[in-house]
């Protein structure tokens, strides 16, 4: 069993339809980040965090530490949101990151 | 604003020749990294280091090579490329507050090998 998992694998969605992205982790960590990664392109930190809820611009994540889950959600999303979304973790007492799979966005107009 | 740099952007090697992948970053940044992407898997982390003088492995470090003799330079050397070390490779950076996955990474552009 990977050590972070995302779900879903692969999202479509309509241009304005609010996309909810799931990463779940079994592992202790220090923050969790939220990374996006358009086609062809490099990667880009959207969030990082350690508790709670962070927003910018369209885009919220949230964290239950308890639960060990984070979601990251888009509203009113639109084709340019369309990319890799990917979770990653700080582990514990380390330096190193875990990464997920990744959730490939496709969304139409 | 350069950020994190990385060179050359796409390179082809015939199995056994080696090569050096470049990462430059102006930012200052303590702890810098390489990973690799393979299709289906999450990105994978190879070598990395905290600070000048220090390096350590990651998950999947054999056939790679790294050094830091300078706060802002991080080269990735494959020493004798195989066909499975055919990826796109990453260099990403952060400040270092604690420990280093509790920061913001910047990443390159990336690096695309294939090995025939």
């Known amino acids: 069993k990977n050590e972070v998992e995302q779900s879903p694998q692969n999202l479509t969605a309509q241009e304005g339809e609010f996309i909810t992205i799931n990463c779940s982790y079994s592992v202790g960590i220090s923050a969790l980040h939220w990374l996006q990664q358009h086609p062809g392109g490099g990667i880009v930190s959207l969030f990082m965090?350690?508790?709670g809820k962070k927003k910018h611009g369209r885009l919220i994540a949230t964290i239950n530490i308890q639960e060990k889950h984070s979601s990251l959600h888009i509203t009113a999303s639109h084709p340019r949101d369309s990319a890799v979304y990917i979770c990653?973790?700080?582990?514990?007492?380390?330096?190193?990151?875990?990464f997920g799979t990744g959730t490939r966005l496709q969304v139409f107009p | 604003n350069a950020g994190v740099t990385q060179t050359p952007k796409f390179q082809v090697l015939k199995t056994g020749q080696s090569m050096t992948l470049q990462c430059a970053q102006d930012?200052?940044?303590?702890?810098m990294s390489w990973y690799r992407q393979d299709p289906g898997m999450g990105l994978r982390l190879i070598h990395y280091s905290v600070g000048a003088g220090i390096t350590d492995q990651g998950e999947v470090p054999n056939g790679y090579n790294v050094s830091r003799s300078t706060t802002e330079d991080f080269p990735l050397r494959l020493l004798s490329a195989a066909p499975s070390q055919t990826s796109v490779y990453f260099c990403a950076s952060s400040q270092v507050t604690g420990l280093a996955g509790a920061n913001v990474l910047t990443f390159g552009a990336g690096s695309r090998l294939t090995v025939l």
């Open positions: 965090l350690s508790s």
């Open positions: 990653a973790v700080g582990t514990y007492n380390t330096d190193k990151l875990i």
């Open positions: 930012m200052n940044h303590e702890y």
